[in-house]
Structure formats: structure tokens, C-alpha cells
């Protein structure tokens, strides 16, 4: 089945106490996106990639870091968590940023940074 | 800076009826649109799309109309059902963006 895959579904962590999110997506995708999601703000894109080792800062990036060694794989990494990083996380991809298909979405990870 | 937003955070209808939700963005140079739809407990999910070159485009039981004069997107979903209780997003990108903005998303609520 195509779909994106993210881990942990749940998450609650302490503040400073680094963590990755991971992501991954089976449909030989090149372009992958992490957005948070926080009430009356909507979707905020945080980081994406075009294709392999090519990551790109979006609206959100600070706090996180990305990498893209493999094309599938596309992980989420807080190096010091703090409180207001506390939010509900998708990852997502698609073929291409602009040519068509939509994005396809993981089913989100909750963070709680207590 | 530009964004994409909708017109109305909550729309409540009737079951069977036909519904509109509306979004406004202000990028003149978007040039492709996209409609997610969200349901409790789950990633956006996409509903359908619509490039610069069109004004209109169908899908089951769902239209798109995009009106580039007033930079406005609508989603119409006919005979609304049960199952389309959800957030719906608008989300656009064009004019050397590699990314898509969202919409803050309008909740759809099915009264029965």
C-alpha cells in the first residue's frame, strides 16, 4: 500500500532532551515536507526536500533540522526540545512541489515537550 | 507576508444539502490549487486540484472553481453526507515557491 509513514504516533518528552521523528514513504517520491499543526495557525510548513541532500528551510525551521540521505527516508530532529515545539507533526510527499497529485500525508505525531 | 486563508473557520449544514467553502489568497503569481480535507485524528488528505489555466473542475460529488480576478478558490461538495464532516484546507503554490501555504482551514459540520 502507498503511503507515508511516520513514528512515534505519540510522543512526550522533556525539554532539552533530543529527539527524531522519523519518516518514510515507499511511492519513490522526491519532494518531502514536515509541517506542524497548531490550533488557529493551520498547517506550518518547518523544513523540505526537493530531492536527495537537498533540504530547503520553510516558514517554521527554527528549533529543527532535517536530513536526506535516502530518498525515502526523511527524519525530523529536535536537538533541544522546548515547550512551545509542543505540537501535532505530519510529514508528507509527493512527486513533485508543483506538478501535480497533492501531497500525501502520515497520520501525525503528537508531541507533548513537558 | 502573502498567505492563503479562508473566508469562515466553522460552516454548519444539512445533511443532503450542497456545500460551498471558500478561500482567498492574495499571490498573484499561485498557479496551482489544491483542496485537503482532514478528518478528526488524521492527516489532510487530497480532495482535488485545479491549475491557473482553469476556472473550473469537477471530481465526485466535488467542484473547484477558481476566479483569478478576485483571487478566490471555492470547493463545492454536493448532497453532503455524513462522512464529509471535516477541516477543509486550501493550500496554493506558484511563482518560484517550492512549497505549498495553507489555509487556516474551515471545520464542515453535518447536521443531521
Known amino acids: 500500500e502507498a503511503q507515508v509513514t511516520q513514528n512515534p504516533r505519540y510522543l512526550i518528552t522533556v525539554t532539552g532532551k533530543k529527539l527524531t521523528v522519523t519518516c518514510s514513504q515507499n511511492m519513490n517520491h522526491e519532494y518531502m515536507s514536515w509541517y506542524r499543526q497548531d490550533p488557529g495557525l493551520g498547517l506550518r510548513q518547518i523544513y523540505y526536500?526537493?530531492?536527495?541532500?537537498?533540504?530547503d528551510k520553510g516558514d517554521v525551521p527554527e528549533g529543527y533540522k532535517v536530513s536526506r540521505k535516502e530518498k525515502r527516508n526523511f527524519p525530523l530532529i529536535l536537538e533541544s526540545p522546548s515547550p512551545n515545539q509542543t505540537s501535532l507533526y505530519f510529514c508528507a510527499s509527493s512527486f513533485s512541489s508543483r506538478t501535480g497529485g497533492g501531497l500525501i500525508f502520515g497520520s501525525g505525531t503528537q508531541l507533548s515537550v513537558l | 507576508g502573502e498567505s492563503v486563508g479562508l473566508h469562515l473557520p466553522t460552516l454548519s449544514v444539512q445533511e443532503g444539502d450542497n456545500s460551498i467553502i471558500n478561500c482567498a489568497y492574495s499571490?498573484?503569481?499561485?498557479?496551482?490549487f489544491i483542496w485537503y480535507k482532514q478528518e478528526s485524528g488524521k492527516g489532510p488528505q487530497f480532495i482535488i486540484d485545479?491549475?491557473?489555466?482553469?476556472d473550473k473542475r469537477q471530481g465526485q460529488r466535488v467542484t473547484v472553481l477558481l476566479n483569478k480576478t478576485v483571487k478566490h478558490l471555492s470547493l463545492q461538495i454536493a448532497a453532503t453526507q455524513p462522512g464529509d464532516s471535516a477541516v477543509y484546507f486550501c493550500?496554493?503554490?506558484?511563482?518560484?515557491?517550492?512549497?505549498?501555504?495553507f489555509g487556516k482551514g474551515t471545520h464542515l459540520i453535518i447536521q443531521p
Open positions: 485545479i491549475r491557473s489555466n482553469m
Open positions: 493550500a496554493e503554490t506558484g511563482g518560484g515557491a517550492d512549497g505549498l501555504t
Open positions: 526536500s526537493m530531492n536527495v541532500e537537498v533540504t
Open positions: 499571490n498573484s503569481a499561485s498557479d496551482y
